[in-house]
């Protein structure tokens, strides 16, 4: 059953706790890495046997495969990754970041070009929830972006084939190449490049502990969206909402992972009870009963507040991933709230919808980092990399600036390089 908690009178530490993972998979995520890096192919076909019970041959699926995935699905489903793709290019259309360019009097001109990662490196999960509505989050802003190849991995089944729903979303999200490889192996594959697998520029998408921990190693020699953990819901509700939308809304997170945490800050102690007895009543009917159980009884909570203005300043502190404002005016709270994920505001907006259908991301930042962290989007398939022009005589008229700067830092090479061409052109014209 669900903990209540009173804000002010439990302490701090039990408030703000949050799911952690005590597992150290560091040892084996870099004996992995380090196999992949020396042995390719080779490496791959091993670590899929004996991690996803499946003998593969061709890593790479055909283009044949991907549209007789898609032609499998039903209609309907067909129409609403169609649906759901229509949406998510529409809003992340209006992330493009413009080059631009400074021109001044004096012949000096500046600018910032921004150009997209050559190749996207893309993970879909697969196991019991197999994602494909991670691969349209994905895969379409980095086709905003202009990147010239984006590459999807995804774990097959023991037969050796990725999730059918999996491969139809990559071909409806106009996915370049897929491999059937995961874990922490396929994370290796597009950091280092394989026989068959090119080296990524960026790697996103979410994934298991190994997944995480093998981005992690990983970054800095590529890019990396984030370290994902658990899945995260937060909900602030005042005491005329339904505890059993509330309910289900929470439990929508917590059967994604026995570590995922669903969280409800209400201003009513009678709401509070509501949503715990409605809690218990959903889960008895719950296919994934014992994963969201174990979320619901270890990491779920209910806090009680005074008044929402705390519920607010409560969020702000976990940061959680997903925010759900369960309230009658939610545009009145929206400027005061300044940590989160993704938001969704009012009683009709189920964290679901932004799963799938709304447009913004999915791929969003947990465990408290979206306090300096943010969802995936264009940005992170795209570069910046700045431009500078000066004539000989306005170079001239900062010469000497730059030479005192210089030498007040003790570079007096630097302070050379700024003076040596006036100093050249000078001694050509005597």
Do not use: W
């Amino acid at each position: 059953m669900i903990r209540i908690m009173k804000y002010g009178v439990v302490s701090d530490n039990e408030i703000f706790a949050r799911s952690t993972s005590s597992r150290d998979v560091s040892d084996v995520v870099s004996a992995i890495l380090k196999d992949v890096k020396d042995r390719g192919d080779e490496a791959l076909r091993e670590y899929t046997l004996k991690f996803d019970g499946a003998a593969i041959d061709a890593i790479e699926v055909s283009r044949e495969e991907l549209k007789a995935a898609a032609d499998s699905m039903d209609p309907e489903f067909l129409r609403v990754l169609n649906r759901a793709s229509e949406n998510i290019r529409k809003f992340h259309s209006h992330q493009v970041r413009n080059s631009f360019v400074i021109t001044e009097e004096n012949g000096v001109v500046m600018g910032q070009k921004v150009v997209p990662v050559e190749v996207a490196g893309i993970y879909v999960p697969g196991g019991t929830a197999a994602l494909s509505s991670t691969v349209l989050m994905d895969t379409i802003p980095a086709k905003i972006a202009g990147c010239k190849q984006v590459v999807m991995v995804s774990p097959p089944g023991k037969d050796g084939k990725i999730n059918a729903a999996v491969l139809a979303a990559a071909y409806v999200a106009g996915v370049d190449r897929v491999f059937r490889v995961g874990g922490a192996q396929a994370i290796a594959a597009l950091a280092y490049g394989t026989q068959s697998i090119p080296k990524a520029d960026k790697i996103v998408g979410p994934g298991n502990i190994f997944v995480a921990e093998a981005k992690k190693e990983v970054s800095g020699f590529v890019g990396i969206d984030m370290i994902a953990g658990p899945s995260e819901i937060l909900i602030i509700a005042d005491g005329a909402s339904n505890p059993r939308v509330l309910a289900a809304d929470m439990l929508s997170q917590a059967e994604h992972d026995r570590n995922a945490s669903a969280v409800l800050v209400t201003d009513s102690a009678e709401l509070a009870q509501k949503v715990s007895d409605e809690l218990e009543k959903q889960l008895a009917v719950l296919p994934r009963q014992d994963i969201a159980r174990a979320s619901i009884d270890v990491n779920g909570k209910i806090i009680i507040v005074d008044d929402l203005e705390t519920a607010i300043a409560v969020s702000d502190r976990i940061a959680p991933e997903h925010l759900e404002v369960c309230v009658d005016s939610p545009f009145d709270y929206l400027d005061r709230i300044h940590n989160a994920g993704s938001v969704f505001l009012g009683r009709n907006c189920p964290e679901a919808l932004g799963d799938y259908l709304a447009g913004p991301n999915h791929t969003l930042p947990t465990s408290g980092t979206a306090r300096f962290s943010s969802p995936v989007s264009v940005d992170d398939f795209v570069k910046k990399y700045q431009f500078t022009y000066y004539t000989e005589k306005a170079l001239g008229n900062v010469a000497d600036d730059i030479a005192l700067f210089a030498r007040m830092e003790g570079l007096e090479a630097h302070a050379r390089s700024a003076l040596v061409r006036g100093q050249v052109a000078k001694e050509s014209k005597a």
